[in-house]
């Protein structure tokens, strides 16, 4: 049915930047706030930042203006774009997304994530 799917971590150095993919596929017919979350070895998961269905952003405080959340005019991509990553940037990267099915029916879906590393 329907599936989302982060992309674009890896290994990155200090100052460096990182562009996060969120795709949407299956039966769908809207797909609606999308959230980034990330998760540190250890500790809980954090909101990182979100976009709703009419393009109203929102962002965590220790993002400084670093991320940007956007996404493609079919709403089936969302990006978060990360500048001037630090190491404790390091988590792994999660999409939600709530999604209209073709079916009418609501649901919020979680990808698998995504890893980042900021390190020298």
């Known amino acids: 049915q329907v599936q989302v799917v982060e992309s674009g971590g890896g290994l990155v150095q200090p100052g460096g930047s990182l562009r996060l993919s969120c795709r949407a596929s299956g039966n769908i017919y809207s797909m609606n706030t999308v959230t980034w979350y990330r998760q540190v070895a250890g500790q809980e998961r954090e909101l990182v930042a979100s976009i709703t269905r009419e393009d109203v952003t929102t962002y965590a405080d220790f993002t400084k203006g670093r991320f940007t959340i956007s996404r493609e005019k079919t709403r089936r991509m969302v990006y978060l774009q990360m500048n001037s990553l630090q190491p404790e940037d390091t988590a792994v990267y999660y999409c939600?997304?709530?999604?209209?099915?073709?079916?009418?029916?609501?649901?919020?879906?979680w990808g698998q994530g995504t890893q980042v590393t900021v390190s020298s």
């Open positions: 939600n997304a709530g999604i209209m099915g073709t079916n009418l029916v609501f649901g919020t879906y």
